[in-house]
């Protein structure tokens, strides 16, 4: 399983972006899709999760980014995105896309409920 992310990049407080997942190897709509963060000398944190096909519905997402935030899929292209609207400084880090082989009931929001990883991409929000 390849997950590719893309879509970071250096923007100013109150812009936008949006991180692209492209996955190889797994079919996203069959599998709980997240997306993680983290910032230099912190943890990694959950940002934001969708669960798989029949469960997808609305996403569910860390009060940090509530509101400002939405995680999305698009099946045709097997891939995954997060819409990130009026970033803050605190939003600077490095962004993940993680795969759940498994669907795990319970809010899926662990680092640990995931199995696949992408390689990380640098969000830089200037103030």
């Known amino acids: 399983v390849q997950l590719q992310a893309s879509g970071g990049g250096s923007v100013q407080a109150g812009g936008y972006l949006r991180l692209s997942c492209a996955a190889s190897?797994?079919?996203?709509?069959?599998?709980?899709v997240a997306w993680f963060r983290q910032a230099p000398g912190l943890e990694r944190e959950f940002v934001a999760r969708?669960?798989?096909?029949?469960?997808?519905?609305?996403?569910s997402y860390a009060d940090s980014v509530n509101g400002r935030s939405t995680i999305s899929r698009d099946n045709a292209k097997n891939m995954a995105f997060l819409q990130m609207n009026s970033l803050k400084f605190e939003d600077t880090a490095v962004y993940y896309c993680?795969?759940?082989?498994?669907?795990?009931?319970?809010?899926?929001?662990?680092?640990?409920?995931?199995?696949?990883w992408g390689q990380g991409t640098l969000v830089t929000v200037s103030s």
């Open positions: 993680a795969v759940a082989e498994r669907h795990i009931a319970g809010p899926m929001i662990d680092a640990d409920d995931y199995d696949y």
């Open positions: 190897g797994r079919t996203l709509s069959r599998h709980a």
């Open positions: 969708i669960r798989r096909g029949a469960y997808g519905g609305s996403g």
